[in-house]
């Protein structure tokens, strides 16, 4: 049982080069995150899928687009990367129902010169 | 105003002493509220829930402050162990999917 993995772990982009993260989990989780993590800003979701066949945007959207291909894949796509999209990126999971926990990935670490 | 605050740190106490550390939130609505631990490069794991009676785990208590919308952890005998960034989450009702609104997270190192 791996849990939460995600692909890459380190990216290094240039500015108008594209890339997908991937993330899959092996849970049967129902929904999906992404969130982005900045020195001194927390984490802040990027977008989510409440479930299979499902996605919304969250507090950063923009620059970025998901795709949730199955119940355990979920890829987060940066058509033209911008130096703002430096971050850390996580990936996280969540059976169905309030209070359960979210299980992160171990995250990637993606420069965009 | 960020919805939720807490001091960033860090805070530099040595092994066996008493910390606490403070969290606020702004969203009178919010339900569920969490406790993340976020060791050097790594991914936030959960700590603890916060229950409203309050909660303790081992040398680990929370408390929750409905009425202030405060929210508090109190590690007790630290450890080496326990120097990481601690990350207060709160999370508003919405149903079967849980959005998660983190603090930016307080730092705690712990000396010999």
């Known amino acids: 049982n791996a849990g939460v993995t995600q692909t890459p772990k380190f990216q290094v982009l240039k500015t108008g080069q594209s890339m997908t993260l991937q993330c899959a989990q092996d849970m049967n989780h129902n929904s999906m995150y992404w969130y982005r993590q900045d020195p001194g800003m927390g984490l802040r979701l990027i977008y989510y899928?409440?479930?299979?066949?499902?996605?919304d945007k969250g507090e950063v959207p923009n620059g970025y687009n998901v795709s949730r291909l199955n119940k355990r894949e979920f890829s987060l796509r940066l058509e033209s990367a911008a130096p703002s999209q430096t971050s850390v990126y996580f990936c996280?999971?969540?059976?169905f129902g309030m209070g359960d926990t979210q299980y992160f990935g171990p995250g990637t670490r993606l420069t965009v010169l | 105003r960020k919805e939720v605050e807490q001091d960033p740190g860090p805070f530099n106490v040595p092994e066996g002493a008493t910390v606490a550390f403070n969290c606020t939130y702004s969203?009178?609505?919010?339900?569920?509220f969490f406790w993340y631990r976020q060791d050097c490069r790594k991914e936030p794991k959960l700590l603890m829930s916060v229950y409203s009676s309050g909660n303790e785990d081992g040398r680990f208590t929370a408390q929750l402050n409905r009425a202030s919308q405060y929210i508090s952890l109190l590690i007790r005998d630290s450890k080496l162990s326990d120097s990481a960034t601690y990350l207060c989450v709160v999370s508003p009702f919405s149903g079967g999917y849980n959005k998660l609104i983190f603090g930016a997270g307080t730092r705690l190192a712990v000396h010999p």
């Open positions: 969203n009178s609505a919010s339900q569920s």
């Open positions: 899928s409440a479930s299979e066949g499902t996605t």
């Open positions: 996280a999971s969540k059976a």
